[in-house]
């Protein structure tokens, strides 16, 4: 069973940059399409980006976050760069094998906090 583990969340100021990491267990990496999703307190669960051979973002990210992947590291990736406040919000990476729902992914992770302030 793939396993997911995220990293690199911290407190940073407005403007500044983090870069997210997500480990991925599993010999099926490669082929399955892997997403970042984020969730702040009271609000829905909302998608940020997602990669498999092309990548795909959500308005709020466009411009300022990218999405890569290191197949032989297993590991995919979120560059932020010029963080705002509302980007506060837990930060969770996601594994699918197939096309389903908008939020229908098979493995998630456990999360990391990301925090800017103003």
């Known amino acids: 069973q793939v396993q997911l583990v995220e990293s690199g969340g911290a407190a940073v100021q407005a403007g500044g940059s983090l870069r997210l990491s997500c480990a991925a267990s599993?010999?099926?990496?490669?082929?399955?399409?892997m997403g970042w999703f984020r969730q702040a307190p009271g609000k829905e669960r909302e998608f940020v980006a997602r990669?498999?051979?092309?990548?795909y973002y959500a308005d709020s990210a466009k411009g300022r976050f990218t999405i890569s992947r290191d197949n032989a590291k297993s590991t995919v990736y979120l560059q932020m760069n010029n963080l705002k406040p509302e980007d506060t919000a837990v930060y969770y990476c996601?594994?699918?094998?197939?096309?389903?729902?908008?939020?229908?992914?098979?493995?998630w992770g456990q999360g990391t906090q990301v925090t800017v302030s103003s």
């Open positions: 599993g010999d099926i990496f490669s082929n399955y399409e």
């Open positions: 990669i498999l051979w092309s990548t």
């Open positions: 996601a594994a699918r094998s197939r096309m389903q729902g908008p939020y229908e992914y098979d493995y």
